[in-house]
């Protein structure tokens, strides 16, 4: 998942700074060559990518899936004990990035003046930041620091650099405030996205990883509406507030939820061998999808007291 968001990363970096370059002949320019890339990308899938799915499965997972209502899987993914949860940060992490990457253009506009050229240069320059991270960076991170620290290092870091973007007076501030909000944004996005295709069986991996990518997309809807009329109707300070809040509400939550599934009294006694942790701290059962191991010591200290 790293690599796959470097991958990500270095489209960031690629993306607006050609942007920014073909806009010399035209603000459509850009969109005409994206949509040729696009074009492009859909005939080299047909052509090179492969089913993930054997052979002898497919049948009886198609009728499997003709027999039951294309809501039905999104409702049930949303009440799974490890993997809701982390649909629906994914979906919040997802609305305030978003918000974020389409206003960004708007922003530099009106709040320090900046050329389309020029913004397309930052946005690389996040982009990176972002690549750095999610290529190299998250490998030596995860070997040293359980991943649910590192989600909460990242929640709290981005709801403080989303605040500072919203109040960058100048660009050497913009310049220093994206460090932090990309190196959280890339640790977030890697950890939430690895955990939720390990938090279902391997059959269902598929079905939840499209519904994550649905609800993003949805998100990449409502995000450049929203934002926009924040910045037309309030200020450009807003975008960046609002996704400060969202992120500051996910936290919350995250939190409470920890604390609601502490290990149960009626195991206090039990071998906790088969205990462990998913990405949020939250104590589970290890044949659970999603759960990890986690150092006995830990877990000792969450024995009920008696």
């Not at 750095?132 to 960076?137: E, H, R, S, T, Y």
């Not at 990883?209 to 450049?224: D, F, K, L, N, Q």
Request: hydrophobic share 50%; aromatic share 8%; charged share 15%.
């Amino acid at each position: 998942m790293g690599m796959i968001g470097a991958a990500f990363g270095l489209g960031f970096i690629l993306g607006p700074a050609s942007g920014g370059f073909l806009s010399h002949w035209g603000y459509a320019v850009p969109a005409f060559v994206s949509a040729g890339l696009s074009l492009m990308n859909l005939f080299m899938i047909s052509i090179f990518l492969p089913e993930s799915l054997p052979k002898e499965k497919r049948v009886h997972h198609l009728s499997e899936a003709k027999r039951n209502h294309p809501l039905k899987g999104l409702t049930a993914a949303f009440t799974k004990p490890i993997a809701g949860p982390i649909l629906s940060s994914i979906i919040v992490f997802s609305l305030s990035m978003s918000m974020f990457e389409s206003v960004f253009s708007l922003f530099a506009k009106q709040r320090l003046e900046l050329s389309a050229q020029n913004t397309g240069f930052i946005l690389a320059y996040v982009g990176v930041l972002v690549a750095g991270i999610q290529g190299g960076g998250m490998g030596m991170l995860t070997k040293r620091f359980p991943e649910n620290v590192l989600v909460r290092f990242a929640l709290i870091t981005l709801t403080l650099s989303y605040i500072g973007w919203a109040l960058s007076p100048n660009v050497v501030v913009l310049m220093i405030v994206l460090v932090p909000l990309s190196i959280s944004s890339g640790i977030l996005s890697t950890l939430l996205r690895s955990s939720l295709s390990k938090a279902v069986p391997t059959n269902e991996t598929g079905e939840i990883m499209g519904i994550s990518a649905a609800m993003e997309s949805i998100t990449r809807i409502v995000a450049p509406a929203l934002g926009g009329w924040l910045i037309g109707s309030l200020s450009s300070a807003a975008p960046g507030l609002l996704s400060a809040i969202l992120i500051a509400g996910l936290t919350i939550y995250l939190i409470v939820l920890q604390k609601k599934h502490r290990l149960p009294s009626h195991i206090a006694e039990a071998d906790l061998s088969d205990i462990g942790i998913d990405v949020f701290g939250r104590s589970c059962f290890l044949s659970d999808p999603g759960c990890s191991m986690v150092d006995s010591n830990d877990m000792e200290a969450e024995r009920p007291e008696k």
